[in-house]
């Protein structure tokens, strides 16, 4: 059985991540060959390690001229790699993806990782959505996504087969970091013991609120260290984060981190978690899970995705988007439990975390791909 794995580029993110993890979880079953196909991108080192083969391709242009003549060039390349089935993670590349893998017969299966707009002039946007739908089954990454795509595209609702987001429980886990590795953070960006860490990990995009987050520090008394991890672009946004950082007097408590490889042992330092999507809910939230599997309890707004990982006093603490005081209200709860509350919600958010493996979850994805390859 050989699978091609079809996404715009191999960067930063959580659909990036779950092909990558997907790729890693068939190579290592028997009989199973997974095939990147992409623009590239930084994180294509990862599979080379893994020795899993990435073929480059044009996935990412959005161009209709461009799209169209990829369709062919496509076909080309998976019947040349003898692919068995093609699964595509984004809508750009589903339009070539679909009609490449019709014109040679194979079939094709979406992971619909968002909830994309579909409102717009003429409906054009639903349309242009609908291509994820065009296969047997379409997976949603959470029961939020399932039932927005339900909603909107009533007709595909018996294709859609729920299959929630994943963590490697192997590198997700206190017992994979060393004390060692966390001294040396605690070291680089000088924090001092005994104060308590909150981290926040994304991309620096007004979705994600980042905005929200930190007027929700300047309400709080207590001493902390912040550490803000995630690409930014440069942009007007991202001066926008550090000019609100001198504004509410965070400068000496406020640390930019940029992108990162390391955040298991990040986790492993922090005392709270914070998922603060403001404009457009989470339709997963795989940074909540991958700090709920280290023991991090999460603060994250009452909404999409979040409603499925955190629960109120449990695993974390819920408040309202687009609310820096509620924020506020949140993460006092939660820098202030007390050390035996704290230790339980630890063990609580740990346990549930072990509930969404790779391996349980890509094994579900794998069963799919078996029913749709013909013998």
């Known amino acids: 059985m050989k699978i091609g794995l079809l996404l715009p580029a191999v960067k930063q993110g959580g659909v990036e991540s779950s092909v990558l993890d997907l790729a890693l979880y068939l190579k290592s079953v028997k009989g199973v060959t997974p095939v990147v196909i992409s623009n590239g991108g930084p994180k294509v080192s990862i599979l080379r390690k893994a020795k899993v083969k990435h073929i480059l391709f044009p996935a990412h242009t959005k161009n209709p001229i461009k799209i169209f003549f990829n369709i062919s060039k496509l076909a080309k390349l998976l019947k040349q790699e003898k692919i068995d089935l093609l699964h595509v993670h984004s809508r750009a590349p589903a339009w070539v993806g679909y009609f490449a893998t019709k014109k040679i017969g194979i079939p094709f299966l979406t992971t619909f990782h968002g909830r994309y707009g579909h409102k717009g002039l003429f409906g054009l946007k639903k349309k242009y959505n609908e291509i994820m739908l065009r296969g047997r089954y379409v997976i949603a990454v959470s029961e939020f996504t399932a039932k927005h795509i339900k909603s909107v595209y009533a007709w595909a609702k018996d294709k859609v087969v729920t299959v929630p987001g994943w963590i490697d429980l192997k590198r997700y886990t206190p017992k994979a970091v060393s004390s060692a590795e966390v001294v040396a953070l605690q070291k680089k960006y000088a924090l001092p013991k005994g104060v308590p860490v909150i981290t926040i990990v994304g991309r620096l995009r007004r ?169």
């Open 207 to 375: 979705l994600k609120g980042h905005d929200y987050f930190l007027e929700a520090l300047s309400h709080l008394k207590k001493d902390f260290r912040v550490l803000i991890i995630g690409s930014g672009d440069g942009g007007s946004y991202e001066q926008h984060l550090h000019n609100l950082v001198k504004y509410y007097d965070l400068v000496d408590k406020v640390i930019f981190v940029g992108e990162s490889d390391q955040l298991p042992v990040f986790y492993a330092l922090s005392s709270v978690a914070v998922s603060a999507t403001s404009t457009k809910p989470e339709t997963f939230g795989l940074t909540t899970l991958e700090a709920m599997a280290m023991g991090v309890p999460v603060v994250a707004t009452a909404q999409g995705g979040s409603l499925e990982l955190v629960f109120e006093g449990k695993t974390g603490f819920l408040v309202k988007p687009c609310d820096a005081l509620d924020l506020a209200r949140g993460l006092r709860k939660a820098l202030g439990l007390n050390p035996s509350r704290y230790k339980d919600m630890q063990k609580a958010c740990i346990t549930f975390a072990k509930e969404f493996s790779r391996d349980k979850m890509c094994g579900k994805v794998l069963s799919l791909y078996r029913k749709l390859i013909k013998p």
